[in-house]
Protein backbone atom coordinates (compact mmCIF):
# COMPACT_ATOMS: atom_id res chain seq x y z
CA UNK A 1 0.00 0.00 0.00
CA UNK A 2 1.28 3.64 -0.73
CA UNK A 3 1.21 6.39 2.01
CA UNK A 4 0.00 3.99 4.94
CA UNK A 5 0.46 6.47 7.34
CA UNK A 6 -1.39 8.92 6.14
CA UNK A 7 -4.07 5.91 5.10
CA UNK A 8 -4.06 5.20 8.28
CA UNK A 9 -5.26 8.93 9.60
CA UNK A 10 -7.60 9.40 6.98
CA UNK A 11 -9.53 6.30 7.33
CA UNK A 12 -9.49 7.18 11.26
CA UNK A 13 -10.34 10.52 10.63
CA UNK A 14 -13.23 9.34 8.46
CA UNK A 15 -14.60 6.88 10.89
CA UNK A 16 -14.64 10.37 13.21
CA UNK A 17 -16.66 12.00 10.94
CA UNK A 18 -19.31 9.94 11.20
CA UNK A 19 -19.41 10.03 14.89
CA UNK A 20 -19.17 13.86 15.07
CA UNK A 21 -22.32 13.87 12.46
CA UNK A 22 -24.18 12.20 14.95
CA UNK A 23 -23.52 14.52 17.34
CA UNK A 24 -25.35 16.83 15.68
CA UNK A 25 -21.70 18.52 14.41
CA UNK A 26 -21.39 20.29 10.44
CA UNK A 27 -17.76 17.93 9.60
CA UNK A 28 -16.10 18.79 6.95
CA UNK A 29 -12.84 16.36 6.33
CA UNK A 30 -9.55 18.47 4.96
CA UNK A 31 -6.51 16.20 3.49
CA UNK A 32 -4.32 18.95 4.28
CA UNK A 33 -4.29 23.16 5.55
CA UNK A 34 -4.74 24.33 2.63
CA UNK A 35 -7.76 21.96 1.99
CA UNK A 36 -8.92 23.67 4.95
CA UNK A 37 -8.47 26.75 4.20
CA UNK A 38 -10.42 26.13 1.41
CA UNK A 39 -13.25 24.44 2.70
CA UNK A 40 -13.75 27.98 5.02
CA UNK A 41 -13.04 30.08 2.32
CA UNK A 42 -14.97 29.04 -0.61
CA UNK A 43 -17.23 27.32 1.46
CA UNK A 44 -18.70 28.11 5.13
CA UNK A 45 -17.46 31.61 4.92
CA UNK A 46 -20.01 32.80 1.85
CA UNK A 47 -22.56 30.24 3.04
CA UNK A 48 -22.93 32.26 6.62
CA UNK A 49 -21.87 35.77 5.21
CA UNK A 50 -20.35 36.81 9.17
CA UNK A 51 -20.11 40.58 9.53
CA UNK A 52 -17.34 39.75 12.53
CA UNK A 53 -15.01 37.78 12.99
CA UNK A 54 -13.14 36.26 16.11
CA UNK A 55 -10.76 33.50 17.54
CA UNK A 56 -9.80 31.64 20.91
CA UNK A 57 -6.37 31.00 21.03
CA UNK A 58 -5.54 28.16 18.85
CA UNK A 59 -2.34 27.49 17.14
CA UNK A 60 -3.91 25.23 14.44
CA UNK A 61 -5.97 28.62 13.69
CA UNK A 62 -2.94 30.20 13.00
CA UNK A 63 -0.54 27.18 11.99
CA UNK A 64 -2.86 26.18 8.92
CA UNK A 65 -3.29 29.26 7.57
CA UNK A 66 -6.94 29.87 7.96
CA UNK A 67 -5.90 33.02 10.54
CA UNK A 68 -3.89 34.96 7.31
CA UNK A 69 -7.03 33.50 5.11
CA UNK A 70 -9.76 35.09 6.51
CA UNK A 71 -7.82 38.74 7.08
CA UNK A 72 -8.13 39.42 3.43
CA UNK A 73 -11.78 38.49 3.04
CA UNK A 74 -14.06 41.80 4.23
CA UNK A 75 -15.92 41.06 7.86
CA UNK A 76 -14.50 43.07 10.49
CA UNK A 77 -12.54 41.50 12.52
CA UNK A 78 -12.20 41.14 16.45
CA UNK A 79 -8.56 40.32 17.44
CA UNK A 80 -7.40 40.46 20.85
CA UNK A 81 -4.01 39.19 20.29
CA UNK A 82 -2.85 42.10 18.52
CA UNK A 83 0.51 43.40 19.49
CA UNK A 84 0.43 46.24 21.19
CA UNK A 85 -2.90 46.45 22.57
CA UNK A 86 -3.79 47.82 26.55
CA UNK A 87 -4.65 44.95 28.61
CA UNK A 88 -7.81 46.75 29.11
CA UNK A 89 -8.67 46.56 25.03
CA UNK A 90 -7.33 43.01 25.18
CA UNK A 91 -10.21 42.08 27.89
CA UNK A 92 -12.68 44.07 25.75
CA UNK A 93 -12.22 42.45 22.45
CA UNK A 94 -12.58 39.16 24.18
CA UNK A 95 -15.71 40.31 25.54
CA UNK A 96 -16.89 41.85 21.93
CA UNK A 97 -15.73 38.14 20.37
CA UNK A 98 -18.30 36.35 22.58
CA UNK A 99 -21.17 37.88 20.20
CA UNK A 100 -19.30 37.34 16.74
CA UNK A 101 -20.98 36.27 14.05
CA UNK A 102 -18.09 33.39 13.44
CA UNK A 103 -15.81 32.18 15.98
CA UNK A 104 -12.29 29.99 15.22
CA UNK A 105 -11.00 27.59 17.55
CA UNK A 106 -9.23 24.43 18.41
CA UNK A 107 -10.08 21.44 20.70
CA UNK A 108 -7.55 20.00 23.68
CA UNK A 109 -8.43 16.68 22.19
CA UNK A 110 -11.52 14.67 20.36
CA UNK A 111 -12.89 11.03 21.36
CA UNK A 112 -13.57 8.36 19.36
CA UNK A 113 -16.92 8.94 19.82
CA UNK A 114 -17.03 12.31 18.35
CA UNK A 115 -16.58 14.40 21.79
CA UNK A 116 -14.45 17.72 21.90
CA UNK A 117 -12.37 18.12 25.47
CA UNK A 118 -10.76 21.18 26.10
CA UNK A 119 -9.81 23.10 29.39
CA UNK A 120 -9.02 26.43 29.43
CA UNK A 121 -7.47 29.59 31.20
CA UNK A 122 -9.15 32.30 30.79
CA UNK A 123 -12.75 30.62 29.71
CA UNK A 124 -12.96 32.63 26.31
CA UNK A 125 -12.54 29.85 24.41
CA UNK A 126 -14.75 27.41 26.23
CA UNK A 127 -17.40 29.98 26.92
CA UNK A 128 -17.55 30.48 22.93
CA UNK A 129 -17.64 26.88 21.77
CA UNK A 130 -20.63 26.24 24.58
CA UNK A 131 -22.72 29.80 23.72
CA UNK A 132 -22.36 33.27 22.45
CA UNK A 133 -20.94 33.26 19.01
CA UNK A 134 -23.77 32.68 16.43
CA UNK A 135 -21.49 29.60 14.32
CA UNK A 136 -18.22 28.54 15.46
CA UNK A 137 -15.36 26.57 13.59
CA UNK A 138 -13.59 24.30 15.06
CA UNK A 139 -10.12 22.77 14.04
CA UNK A 140 -8.84 19.81 14.87
CA UNK A 141 -5.68 17.83 13.61
CA UNK A 142 -5.23 14.32 13.14
CA UNK A 143 -3.20 14.39 16.52
CA UNK A 144 -5.78 15.31 18.44
CA UNK A 145 -7.92 11.83 18.34
CA UNK A 146 -7.75 9.93 21.30
CA UNK A 147 -9.85 7.08 22.50
CA UNK A 148 -11.99 8.02 25.08
CA UNK A 149 -12.81 11.29 27.99
CA UNK A 150 -10.00 9.67 30.30
CA UNK A 151 -7.20 9.39 27.80
CA UNK A 152 -8.44 13.00 26.27
CA UNK A 153 -8.16 14.36 29.82
CA UNK A 154 -4.43 12.40 30.62
CA UNK A 155 -3.58 14.04 27.11
CA UNK A 156 -4.61 17.67 28.34
CA UNK A 157 -2.44 17.38 31.82
CA UNK A 158 0.55 15.10 30.88
CA UNK A 159 0.88 17.36 27.45
CA UNK A 160 -1.05 19.92 26.35
CA UNK A 161 -0.90 21.92 29.20
CA UNK A 162 2.72 22.01 30.38
CA UNK A 163 3.63 22.28 26.58
CA UNK A 164 1.46 25.34 26.41
CA UNK A 165 2.54 26.85 29.55
CA UNK A 166 6.20 26.51 27.91
CA UNK A 167 4.69 27.78 24.50
CA UNK A 168 3.21 31.17 26.33
CA UNK A 169 6.16 31.80 29.28
CA UNK A 170 3.79 30.71 31.87
CA UNK A 171 5.56 31.24 35.63
CA UNK A 172 3.80 27.01 36.10
CA UNK A 173 6.12 24.69 37.61
CA UNK A 174 5.04 22.31 34.81
CA UNK A 175 6.78 24.93 32.72
CA UNK A 176 9.92 23.96 34.24
CA UNK A 177 9.05 20.17 34.39
CA UNK A 178 7.28 19.23 31.82
CA UNK A 179 5.55 17.77 34.79
CA UNK A 180 1.48 18.50 36.01
CA UNK A 181 2.55 19.92 39.73
CA UNK A 182 -1.89 20.56 40.46
CA UNK A 183 -0.58 24.06 40.93
CA UNK A 184 -1.82 27.20 42.26
CA UNK A 185 0.26 29.48 40.25
CA UNK A 186 -1.44 33.05 39.81
CA UNK A 187 -0.93 31.96 35.64
CA UNK A 188 -2.20 28.42 36.00
CA UNK A 189 -3.68 27.69 32.55
CA UNK A 190 -6.13 24.71 33.70
CA UNK A 191 -9.16 26.65 35.10
CA UNK A 192 -12.32 25.19 33.16
CA UNK A 193 -12.89 21.60 31.19
CA UNK A 194 -15.78 21.70 28.77
CA UNK A 195 -16.90 17.82 27.05
CA UNK A 196 -18.75 19.05 24.60
CA UNK A 197 -21.12 16.25 23.30
CA UNK A 198 -23.42 16.99 20.76
CA UNK A 199 -23.53 20.42 19.10
CA UNK A 200 -26.67 22.64 20.02
CA UNK A 201 -28.51 23.71 18.01
CA UNK A 202 -27.19 21.10 15.39
CA UNK A 203 -25.04 21.74 12.95
CA UNK A 204 -23.97 25.24 15.19
CA UNK A 205 -20.67 23.88 15.51
CA UNK A 206 -18.41 23.02 12.56
CA UNK A 207 -15.43 20.93 12.78
CA UNK A 208 -12.66 20.54 10.45
CA UNK A 209 -10.90 17.39 10.50
CA UNK A 210 -7.16 17.51 8.73
CA UNK A 211 -5.21 14.87 7.97
CA UNK A 212 -2.23 16.44 9.45
CA UNK A 213 -0.45 16.78 12.79
CA UNK A 214 -1.52 20.42 14.28
CA UNK A 215 -1.42 22.51 17.39
CA UNK A 216 -0.39 20.46 20.67
S1 LIG B 1 -2.38 22.77 36.82
FE1 LIG B 1 -0.55 24.09 36.86
S2 LIG B 1 1.19 22.68 36.81
FE2 LIG B 1 -0.63 21.52 36.13
S3 LIG B 1 -0.58 21.67 33.89
FE3 LIG B 1 -1.93 23.30 34.69
S4 LIG B 1 -0.58 25.10 34.85
FE4 LIG B 1 0.73 23.30 34.70
Not at 46 to 51: D, E, G, V
Not at 101 to 109: M, P, S, V, W
Not at 117 to 140: H, K, Q, S, Y
Not at 204 to 214: A, G, S
Amino acid sequence: MKRPIENYHALRLSALAEKLTKNNFDVHLAENSQAAVNIVINKIVPALAPQTIAWGGSMTFMDSGIASAITALGPKIINAKEEGISKEEKIERLRAAMTADLYFTGTNAVTQAGQLVNLDMVGNRVGALTFGPREVVVLIGQNKLVPDLETAMRRIKDYAAPANAMRLDMKTPCAKTGVCMDCTSPQRICNTWTITEKAFPPKRIKVILICEDLGL
